[in-house]
């Protein structure tokens, strides 16, 4: 009879762990294996808080859950491991009594991939609506600045006191830091020059460009995986894209007291879904580093131009670097908790046709 029980909940898609009273974990089912990352023999008999932070799912929670015979539930947690891992979570927890000892079943749901691709599709709509917006008025705006600029010069060429046309060099001055601007918020205005190169080439001139400015001691630090392919893609485009992160997360950490740290990570990923489109190969850049995490006001905007969350920044390096990725099919996702912020990249690897 328990065989077959086990047999059932190894057939379950929902994880399952079971505790004693002491709090140590009894049985986990495979779906519970897979998502801890661990074997069986490597789980029963250790506490639950040596695998699952105290923060994500408070132990005395569960200690009053065991005393007062009653379970609870709780909806989208972010259930926190004690190997950095994290993932979005419902989680189920009951009471039992059998053979005159206590213990809590714990059901853990995780819903990372649905709530993921719902919040993708809905961030990349309002995305693409507020980039056609900032478009429209960037384009509105530029127009006007080019003839206050030339209407300034031409009053220049009529003045005769040198304090009046300080006044017009400012007009001038400042519609072309306007005009700059407006380009920025544009986006690049040439199309991409694909070619097949490897992109760790790539990551590794922003490795360097970054360590030789010595105004920042932060430690840089790859971890990247030798079996991604030559891809097809705009080296200059994806350096700028990359660079801006790095360039981000050197900005938060310069202004924190601990040491900083920034690893740079590449890493295959198989059947990947990007924007309604599965491939079967994708390669995932991630840029890491130990800073404060992104403010929560601004997690779903934060790809939006001219959203920040820096006291000196311009809101321009994230939304330029989601527009570079866009013209490699690609996309850009963010997890983020105080002393972790990861930006992965996505990719897709094209086929290589032979020449022969």
């Known amino acids: 009879m328990i065989e077959k029980l086990e047999y ?29 990352e661990l074997s069986d023999n490597q789980l029963v008999g250790f506490p639950v808080s040596q695998f699952i932070s105290h923060d994500s799912l408070s132990l005395d929670r569960l200690g009053a859950a065991l005393k007062s015979h009653e379970g609870f539930s709780d909806s989208e947690i972010l259930l926190a491991f004690c190997d950095g891992r994290h993932i979005l979570a419902d989680v189920t927890v009951t009471c039992f ?3 005159n000892s206590e213990g809590l079943s714990i059901e853990v749901k995780a819903i990372d991939q649905q709530k993921r691709i719902s919040q993708e599709s809905q961030q990349w709509a309002q995305q693409q609506a507020a980039r056609e917006l900032v478009r429209g008025l960037a384009h509105e705006i530029k127009n006007p600045l080019g003839g206050i600029r ?14 009046l046309e300080e006044f017009t060099q400012v007009i001038i001055e400042q519609s072309d830091r306007l005009s700059n601007l407006v380009d920025r918020l544009l986006g690049p205005n040439s199309p991409p ?14 490795r360097t460009l970054v360590q030789l400015d010595s105004a920042y001691n932060i430690e840089i630090q790859r971890d990247y995986d030798p079996s991604i392919p030559d891809m ?20 938060v950490l310069s202004e924190q007291t601990y040491p900083g740290e920034i690893l740079i990570k590449s890493r295959i990923k198989r059947q990947l879904t990007i924007h309604g489109v599965k491939h079967p190969l994708v390669a995932q ?66 086929k290589k046709e032979s020449t022969s």
């Open 285 to 350: 850049i991630k840029v890491i580093d130990n800073g404060p995490g992104i403010p929560e006001e601004i997690k779903d905007t934060l790809f939006y131009p001219m959203v920040t969350g820096k006291s000196n920044g311009t809101g321009l390096g994230l939304s330029i670097a989601q527009t570079l990725i866009d013209h490699h099919r690609g996309k850009i996702d963010v997890e983020s908790w105080p002393g972790h912020t990861e930006f992965k990249i996505y990719l897709p690897i094209d």
């Open 232 to 251: 097809k893609i705009d080296q200059d485009m994806l350096q700028q894209a990359v660079l801006n992160m790095v360039r981000n997360s050197v900005q």
């Open 8 to 36: 059932l909940l190894d057939s379950l898609a929902t994880a399952v762990i079971v505790i004693d009273d002491k709090l140590r974990i009894c049985y986990a089912n495979l779906s519970a294996q897979s998502v801890l």
């Open 193 to 206: 020059n694909f070619q097949w190169c490897n992109i760790h080439q790539v990551l590794e001139k922003i």
């Open 150 to 163: 030339g209407a300034a010069q031409l009053l220049e060429k009529q003045l005769h006191s040198f304090e």
């Open 97 to 99: 009594e059998r053979n």
